[in-house]
């Protein structure tokens, strides 16, 4: 069965340093997303993107957070100078259609830990 | 704004007892409504959905039906078994002119199931 793929699994760093978590989204399909979920609270949307541009992004994802797809299987989240505040489970998600009833596949998730 | 409200946890039961969690939403549109489960140290993955007004989802043994008359999307089990210990997450998608909408997810409810 297809799966989203996420690297690494977990991720420790120093406060202020850069990240790059790493995605292979489902090869067939053509809508990205990434969520995150702080310990104990809500799964938080922060990014779509589709046709190689952003889509929607959440009032979380400011001038720190970046996303790309440099190739043709992969989708990376960046945050540029991680805060303690950061440290989260990010979710990379893929869905074959932008509609609300299509199922999206997600990865099992980076564990992000800011020190 | 779309809002999920979800049943607070954490829920114990018994192996074999009756299982309800209880979600509302509000939304503008009309949303798709999933229920998505978390299992220990993996990702989110999709357990039922409904795309549409008295629509039931259905999936190993768990059902929800969306009633747009009460707004809501609860998940039941007749009889639960230990394996299906998990998160819970309720969570809705709606329609837009746009691409790839975002998942707006519930705060997730943590069910055991003791032997």
């Known amino acids: 069965e297809p799966e989203v793929t996420q690297t690494p699994s977990h991720q420790v760093t120093q406060m202020g340093q850069e990240v790059i978590l790493h995605c292979v989204p489902i090869?067939?399909?053509?809508?990205f997303y990434w969520y995150r979920q702080i310990l104990g609270q809500k799964v938080e949307f922060l990014v779509s993107f589709y046709n190689n541009e952003i889509s929607e992004k959440s009032e979380i994802f400011d001038d720190q957070f970046s996303v790309e797809r440099p190739d043709g299987s992969n989708f990376t989240l960046k945050i540029r100078s991680t805060k303690l505040e950061d440290s989260a489970m990010y979710f990379c998600a893929s869905t074959l259609q932008g509609w609300s009833g299509t199922e999206a596949f997600f990865g099992q998730g980076t564990r992000l830990t800011v020190v | 704004g779309d809002s999920v409200t979800q049943m607070e946890g954490p829920v114990t039961l018994s192996e074999e007892a009756f299982l309800t969690i209880n979600c509302t939403y509000t939304a503008t549109g009309y949303p798709s409504l999933f229920w998505y489960v978390q299992y220990p140290g993996e990702g989110l993955q999709l357990l039922l959905k409904a795309t549409k007004a008295d629509d039931k989802g259905s999936n190993k043994g768990f059902e929800a039906t969306y009633r747009k008359e009460t707004t809501s999307f609860h998940l039941e089990k007749g009889s639960v078994q230990v394996s299906d210990s998990a998160v819970y997450f309720c969570a809705l998608r709606t329609i837009s002119s746009g691409s790839a909408r975002q998942l707006t997810f519930g705060s997730g409810t943590q069910l055991t199931v003791l032997p």
């Open positions: 090869s067939n399909h053509l809508y």
